[in-house]
């Protein structure tokens, strides 16, 4: 995919996300997680590819738990830029609602192939390795790998944001 999908779904003179440009990558990849309150509460996972973040929605976010295995449906690529992106994206634009940055850091790729993609996860809140294995089209399972990390931590217990150390509730009142 490129950005063009990005691009054609957001009216950039009404929300403040970034323009979708391809980027030049860095020496390490990087990683971002975006809580994203709109029509449906989930969690953005985005890896930095290829100049762009691949990106996938969450619904019930990720999980330390290696016995769960949480359901990640591809979307398009968004620009490597999104990876700070907090904030509000206004009523009625796609994706309406509010942004948190609820995680970020970088990641090594450990096994890739067709069908699945294997990764550590080097962030604030994500650690350890971690697995996105696809099983229908669009469709991807999120899972934890055994390491020392597993049942790390509950997601659920960390409201804050590693860019802003704001809550949702707060974001909301200072991008309104």
Wanted: contains cysteine; aromatic residues 14%.
């Amino acid at each position: 995919m490129s950005l063009k999908k990005y691009n054609e779904k957001r009216n950039f003179q009404k929300t403040k996300e970034p323009v979708g440009k391809k980027s030049k990558s860095n020496k390490k990849l990087k990683f971002c997680v975006q809580h994203h309150m709109a029509s449906h509460d989930h969690y953005d996972f985005r890896l930095e590819m290829d100049g762009v973040l691949k990106s996938w929605a969450i619904p019930k976010g990720p999980s330390y738990n290696p016995q769960d295995k949480r359901l990640a449906v591809m979307v398009e690529d968004h620009p490597l830029s999104y990876r700070n992106f907090e904030g509000i994206i206004p009523p009625g634009e796609y994706g309406g609602g509010t942004v948190m940055l609820w995680d970020r850091g970088y990641y090594e790729i450990t096994y890739y192939d067709k069908k699945s993609f294997k990764f550590i996860l080097h962030g604030k809140k994500l650690k350890g390795s971690w697995a996105l294995v696809n099983f229908k089209d669009n469709n991807y399972l999120l899972i934890k790998e055994h390491d020392k990390y597993e049942n790390y931590m509950d997601i659920k217990k960390y409201t804050r944001s590693v860019k802003s150390n704001l809550t949702m509730q707060e974001i909301k009142k200072k991008y309104k």
